[in-house]
């Protein structure tokens, strides 16, 4: 059996897999990315966690690493200018782990390994032109035309968060002002909820709480048994969000959007504000050519099982030492 090291290097929680050819998990561990505060904490869990993960007798099964990241430059192997990790400067993780273990590694945007996974194994399979926007912490967006995920000149394509949303409106982690994800996101959601909460006399069931115990997670809970603020929140947010989706299909005419990521969990609280939206957007020529779907995937499994495509399909994006 060939086996895949599938490694997700996210804002909060680094997840990393054994996987088989069919998509099958074989194993799983997370560590918190944060944990330690530095490069050096960093690699330390990650060795050793893949060490907990890959026995003496699996090691020759292993036929390479995938690994996906936030601001990363496939062609370069490296991981460059991450805000929200503690991988600070240019950080060459491929060479890194190349060398650590002596198989071939491969290296994609956190994004585009989710589109791979959702177009293998999930609810894009079959499909040649779809795009998966993932709401985690931030927005990313991967996105598959004729088969293909779309790059960009150096990798970096499918920034969906820091597309200008409201000009002039709140300030992102970027440095910019209105992007996408500081309305749509888990840290979006926050503040959509808090924005409402100061502008409105009703009550939430999460009034009580202090700011930092207030997450996205609790509002879409409360969302979903009727708290009238965290309901808006979303709906504000689904709003903006469906706005956007509009402008896209209209340049990329997709088959299918696929919500992915903890965010988009919270269902139809996020899908009818962002749907409804979506279509009332539309030229009416599109409006029976696309489908908003959710992942089939299990919770945030996208991204690690599309990690583990680059090291079995072994073609862009990838880098190979
Ligand atoms: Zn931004």
Sequence with gaps: MKIAISIDIGGTNTKIALVDESGQILKKSTFLTWTGNSKNAFFDHLFSTINE???????????????????????????????????KGEIPIVDILAIKYKKPVFLCNDA????????????????????????????????????????????LSGEMGHITAIRDGRQCGCGRKGCLETYISATGIKRNFLAQLAQTQIKSCLDDLTLNKITAEKIGIAAKNGDPVAIKSFEFGGKILGEHLANYVHL???????????????????FTPTINTLFENLLPNYIDTVQVLPSALGANEAALLGASTLVFNKKEPCQQP
């Design 53 to 87: 993960l890959v026995s003496p007798e699996t090691f020759h099964q292993i036929v390479g690493v995938g690994i996906d990241a936030p601001s990363c430059v496939p062609a370069e192997g490296i991981i460059k200018g991450a805000s929200n990790l503690p991988l």
């Design 112 to 155: 585009n390994a989710a589109a791979l996974g959702e177009g293998q194994f999930g609810n894009a399979k079959g499909m040649k032109n779809f795009v998966v926007v993932t709401l985690g912490t931030g927005l990313g967006a991967g996105i598959i035309v004729n088969g293909q995920v779309m790059t960009g000149y150096s990798g």
């Design 252 to 270: 990329f005419e997709p088959e299918a959007i696929i919500l992915a990521g903890g965010l988009a969990a919270v269902g139809e609280i996020l």
